[in-house]
């Protein structure tokens, strides 16, 4: 019997229909701007998401490293939420790699409200010099701590129209900003039409083995450019990497609905199982979030001897992610396994 790798999307393995497409790309030295592949997918994921360019990367934190160092000066202030990836889980590198100190925003699973971002902007020039500026919005879409929830396009919105009229950048860490698209049906352009820069990361839902893209203006991708080189991310011959985003890009994009529906499936499964809570509502794309009564670590270790893998994200909370080598046999087992242990 085949493991249930359900800790993360990023454990998904390249195809073979991608490995055959990797294997024949083209390539050349993409620091010399040379590599045919990455350029075409930095082009046609700017466009999809309707800005004038795009920078590949290799993975989704520089990616957002290389952002906010576009987008502040050192002893500027970050605005985020208090549980997204930029804070928790990124090393504190807004601090290390752009000198930048952050306000905290509290949501609703994820999903900040416009008054509390507005809240937390502070300006130097209004507190007689005791604040720092405060210069960046960032927003998650999906929000991943938030159980994989979506912002509405009138709360995106809302949120970078109101740090505009602040002076401040909006930079969207879009690692999974394909599943909010295919879950809600927005036009990717529409979505982030009011942001600056945009993080997707290929090697999540999409299937790709490593990468991301930064995409945004010209002028501001220039930049990134040049940080891009200085944190060390620019790669030679990556266009066998970029060669999976293309690929993705045309065959794992509709299909993050089936990764919804058996996320959907499986939460339907195990709500009311004695031990666990769980909130349906926080099931909008390809996670599930439960809180267990038992310690995380016992029902990680109780579930992968029964071959199935979950992810302990605090002593009582554990993440379930579908992705591309979930099936319905995978959620059966996993839901069955539950109401045993
Ligand atoms: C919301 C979000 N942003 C950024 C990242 C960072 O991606 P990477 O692991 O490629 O650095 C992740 C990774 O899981 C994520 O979930």
Aim: glycine share 10%; aromatic share 4%.
């Amino acid at each position: 019997m085949n493991r249930v790798d359900l800790r993360s999307d990023t454990v998904t393995q390249p195809t073979d229909e991608m490995r055959a497409v990797m294997s024949t790309a083209q390539v050349g030295d993409d620091v010399f701007g040379e590599d045919s592949t990455v350029i075409e997918l930095e082009e046609r994921m700017a466009s999809l998401l309707g800005k004038e360019a795009g920078l590949f990367v290799p993975s989704g934190t520089m990616s957002n490293a290389i952002a906010i160092r576009c987008h502040t000066q050192p002893g500027d202030e970050i605005i985020t939420e208090e549980k997204s990836h930029i804070y928790v889980y990124e090393g504190g590198g807004y601090a290390a790699l752009s000198g930048c100190s952050v306000a905290l925003v509290s949501s609703d699973l994820g999903i900040m409200d416009v008054s509390d971002v507005e809240s937390k902007i502070r300006k130097s020039a209004h507190g007689k010099s005791h604040y720092p500026n405060g210069t960046l919005v960032c927003m998650e879409n999906t929000a991943n701590r938030g159980g994989g929830t979506c912002y509405t396009q009138e709360q995106i919105d809302d949120i970078a129209q109101m740090a505009i009229s602040k002076d401040c950048a909006v930079h969207m860490d879009g690692a999974r900003l394909f599943n909010a698209i295919i879950a809600s049906g927005l036009e990717p352009a529409r979505v982030v039409r009011d942001c600056d820069t945009i993080s997707i990361c290929i090697s999540k839902g999409l299937g790709a083995p490593v990468g991301g893209v930064l995409v945004g203006s010209k002028k501001v991708i220039e930049q990134a450019h040049r940080w891009r080189k200085m944190f060390g991310g620019g790669m030679r011959q990556a266009g066998i990497l970029a060669a999976a985003g293309l690929y993705a890009l045309d065959h794992h994009i509709e299909r993050l609905a089936e990764d919804h529906f058996r996320a959907r499936q499986l939460a339907e499964g195990l709500v009311g199982t004695t031990g666990i809570d769980l909130n349906i509502n926080s099931v909008q794309t390809n996670m599930v979030y439960i809180k267990t009564e038992d310690l995380a670590d016992n029902i990680v270790k109780l579930l992968a001897a029964e071959l199935i893998d979950v992810l302990a994200i605090g002593t009582h909370l554990i993440r379930m992610v579908t992705h591309l080598h979930i099936d319905d046999e995978g959620i059966e087992r996993t839901v069955n396994a539950f109401k045993k242990i």
